[in-house]
């Protein structure tokens, strides 16, 4: 059974920090690419960092330079360290992993998906 499970998300104050943990289980080991999406209230998810299992990892021009993406490989872990949070930074975060290469930078491409976690500047 595959899960994975968000957390860390919050209320902060513009300019503060707050770190996302994804603790993923049961995923085939074909699985390298995990990612952060994130959803506003009535449009689709997007990206905003990406990292396959050779720690390449991507960033929405948004996030760069705010927010840093890490993974644990051996424990299927994604990590997403935010800084300097913007009121535009509010949205459901969530973690996804899938199989293959490259890794896809749409959320359609995804097929395994977290609940998601809430994170509000404000």
């Known amino acids: 059974h595959v899960q994975l499970v968000e957390s860390g998300g919050g209320l902060v104050q513009p300019g503060g920090s707050l770190s996302l943990s994804c603790a993923a289980t049961?995923?085939?080991?074909?699985?390298?690419?995990m990612g952060w999406f994130r959803q506003y209230p009535g449009k689709e998810r997007e990206l905003v960092a990406r990292m396959d299992g050779y720690g390449g990892a991507t960033y929405a021009n948004a996030v760069k330079g705010r927010f840093t993406v890490t993974r644990d490989n051996a424990n299927y872990a994604l990590y997403l360290q935010m800084n300097s949070l913007r009121p535009g930074d509010t949205a459901m975060y969530y973690c996804?992993?899938?199989?293959?290469?490259?890794?896809?930078?749409?959320?359609?491409?995804?097929?395994?998906w977290g609940q998601g976690t809430q994170v509000t500047v404000s």
């Open positions: 049961g995923l085939p080991r074909s699985v390298n690419c």
């Open positions: 996804a992993a899938q199989a293959g290469l490259p890794c896809g930078l749409g959320y359609k491409w995804y097929r395994r």
